[in-house]
Structure formats: structure tokens, C-alpha cells
């Protein structure tokens, strides 16, 4: 059997941008912002200083609108973080969002996609789908897309945004709230997780997630898995804690990966 190749990642994205790229030689990832109808996270001018491209999934406008202001509780003038955040594209069904945050932000010049004539994909899978379309080709290979918004409030809407990590598995995609962090590790590849402990951890998890897992080893945990089997109805590596900066995870099932964040992120 071949062996698996690896697959590195890291939360940079928390930290603030750098121009000396990721200091180990490697490409930095192109990252995209996707914000969903959820109260951002405090650290979303950190992610929108990352991302290339900028997106509202329909009511997130809403929540970028209300929410960006109280995170400059001393920028008097809502005005001006209105208009330094403004969204390049807000896009989805176009059920949720305010009439006076969509001419607001048409009127600053962003770009309106209405797509109330599908109701068969999430407002999510919409806005990943244009994301995919307007990435370069280079950039698609180092694509990260970073979703706020994406927990807390309906559990149906969180289990249709980690579906939505299944059904685009090749790309890599990080649901965050205020809390905690999640993505999807496929099992065609073997996992090296760089923790970054000055704003993520100690507490994370290891979900099966689609099909049960017959064997899944890690190392750099509390409780480490050793080919262990993991699947709903039985054991599953929830409230485990990371003890080592560099976290490996092996398995033959795609596994979610949740690690909490700390306030000061």
C-alpha cells in the first residue's frame, strides 16, 4: 500500500499577518473569509487581515454590519468600520439579510450574487462554490477558507456547515467561533497538526465523522488513540487535551479535529 502523503496545519491565522511568510520555507496559505449569520468571533479583523477574498453568506452582512463596530469600542465613528470592512461579495438565498445592509453595501460597491433559485445547498456551500470559481489555479493548492460564524445558534445550521466540510474534503476549510475550531482531516492523508499554544488548547477532539473508524493512532495527546477504533454508539475521542506543540494523526476514516481557543486569540 502506498504510503499516505502528509498534510501540515497550523493557526496562523490567529496571529497577527507577517511579510517573512510562515518562517519554515513553506508557501503561506491563500486564505478566503466566508462569514456566516452567527456573532463573529472578536478575532475576525485578524481573519479578514489574512484573507484575499471577503464574502457574507446572505444574513452574515448583518452580522458584519452589527457586530464589527463593538469590536473598536473606541472608534467613535460606526462609519468608518463599516466602511473598512466591506465585504467583496455577499451571496446565498438573500432570505436573511436587512434591506438596509444590502444597499448599503451595493451602494460601497460589493457585489450582490442572489441565488434564491437553489434550495438544495446551504448558503455556505454557495459562497465555497464561488470561492473555488474565482482562486487562481496556483492558489487552489494552498487554499485555506476560513469560515466565522460557523457554531453556536441552531444545531441543524452547525451540522449542515460540517457537512459541508465532508462535501468539499479536498479543500482545506476551518469552521470557527469565539470557542473552538473545526476541521476535516481526510483519511487519505496522514496529519501533523502545529499547535499553536498561545491562543489554541489545551482541550480537543478527534471525531469520526461519515463512516466508523476502525483505526486511528496519534501521538502528542493526553490520551493518545493507538489503532484504535473509534464510531458513534462507542468510543470517541472528545475532551482529550493536547500535551505537545506537534500533533500526528493517523486513520483509516475522515476524522474531525476540534481544539479550543483561548480568549486572548
Not at 64 to 81: A, C, G, I, Q, R
Not at 93 to 104: A, E, H, K, Q, T
Request: one cysteine or more; hydrophobic letters at 35%; proline letters at 6%.
Amino acid at each position: 500500500m502506498a504510503e499516505k502523503l502528509p498534510m501540515t496545519h497550523c493557526s496562523r491565522f490567529l496571529l497577527p499577518p507577517t511579510k517573512t511568510g510562515t518562517g519554515n520555507g513553506s508557501i503561506p496559505p491563500a486564505y478566503a473569509l466566508i462569514i456566516l449569520n452567527q456573532r463573529i468571533p472578536r478575532f475576525t479583523p485578524l481573519l479578514w487581515e489574512h484573507a484575499k477574498t471577503r464574502m457574507c453568506a446572505d444574513g452574515g452582512a448583518n452580522r458584519l454590519f452589527d457586530n464589527m463596530p463593538e469590536l473598536f469600542p473606541n472608534e467613535h465613528d460606526v462609519s468608518v468600520t463599516h466602511e473598512r470592512y466591506k465585504p467583496d461579495v455577499i451571496k446565498g438565498d438573500m432570505d436573511s439579510i436587512r434591506p438596509d445592509v444590502l444597499n448599503f453595501y451595493r451602494n460601497l460597491g460589493t457585489q450582490i450574487v442572489n441565488n434564491s433559485d437553489d434550495q438544495d445547498t446551504t448558503d455556505l456551500h454557495k459562497c465555497i462554490t464561488y470561492v473555488l470559481d474565482v482562486v487562481s489555479d496556483d492558489e487552489k493548492s494552498n487554499l485555506c477558507i476560513l469560515v466565522a460564524g460557523a457554531l453556536g445558534g441552531r444545531f441543524d445550521h452547525e451540522m449542515g456547515n460540517v457537512n459541508t466540510l465532508c462535501h468539499f474534503s479536498t479543500t482545506r476549510i476551518v469552521l470557527l467561533s469565539d470557542d473552538c475550531l473545526i476541521q476535516l482531516l481526510p483519511s487519505t492523508q496522514n496529519h501533523e497538526i502545529n499547535v499553536l499554544p498561545s491562543v489554541e488548547g489545551p482541550h480537543c477532539g478527534l471525531i469520526p465523522i461519515v463512516t466508523p473508524c476502525g483505526s486511528s493512532t496519534t501521538t502528542g495527546l493526553q490520551w493518545n488513540l493507538d489503532n484504535t477504533e473509534m464510531r458513534f454508539g462507542g468510543l470517541v475521542s472528545t475532551s482529550n487535551i493536547v500535551k505537545e506543540e506537534t500533533v500526528t494523526v493517523r486513520s483509516d476514516s475522515d476524522l474531525l479535529w476540534t481544539i479550543s481557543l483561548k480568549k486572548q486569540a
